[in-house]
Nanobody, 130 residues
Framework: QVQLVESGGGLVQAGGSLRLSCAASGFRFSISSNAMGWFRQAPGKEREFVAAISRSVSYTSSTYYADSVKGRFTISRDNAKSTVHLEMNSLKPEDTAVYYC??????????????????WGQGTQVTVSS
């Protein structure tokens, strides 16, 4: 079955950096058309889109970012290791949240909508202190 396991969260001061990883298994990560996304949810708030990376059948990839993280966060994928990374720089206290990795195995859904993703990881906590 599909499994997504996040790692790399932690406590960091404002202005610092963290790198989140999501190890995927149970599907043909490097071959099939799919999209991988990162979402986050802060206490008392709805889950929101952070970034996504798609992979087409022609092996081209596209990236998508929320305006709030554009220029600070970078999403990438390592197809050899079936892993997606989220490099987070210039972190702000408002980035504090539980970060979730998600997979859309059809690769056809809206990259920014949580409804497009059928599989989710357990989440990893990111806390940015001021």
């Amino acid at each position: 079955q599909v499994q997504l396991v996040e790692s790399g969260g932690g406590l960091v001061q404002a202005g610092g950096s963290l790198r989140l990883s999501c190890a995927a298994s149970g599907f043909r990560f490097s071959i099939s058309s799919n999209a991988m996304g990162w979402f986050r949810q802060a206490p008392g708030k709805e889950r929101e889109f952070v970034a996504a990376i798609s992979r087409s059948v022609s092996y081209t990839s596209s990236t998508y970012y929320a305006d709030s993280v554009k220029g600070r966060f970078t999403i990438s994928r390592d197809n050899a290791k079936s892993t997606v990374h989220l490099e987070m720089n210039s972190l702000k206290p408002e980035d504090t949240a539980v970060y979730y990795c998600a997979a859309d195995l059809s690769g056809l859904g809206s990259r920014r909508s949580s409804n497009a993703y059928a599989y989710w990881g357990q989440g990893t906590q990111v806390t940015v202190s001021s």
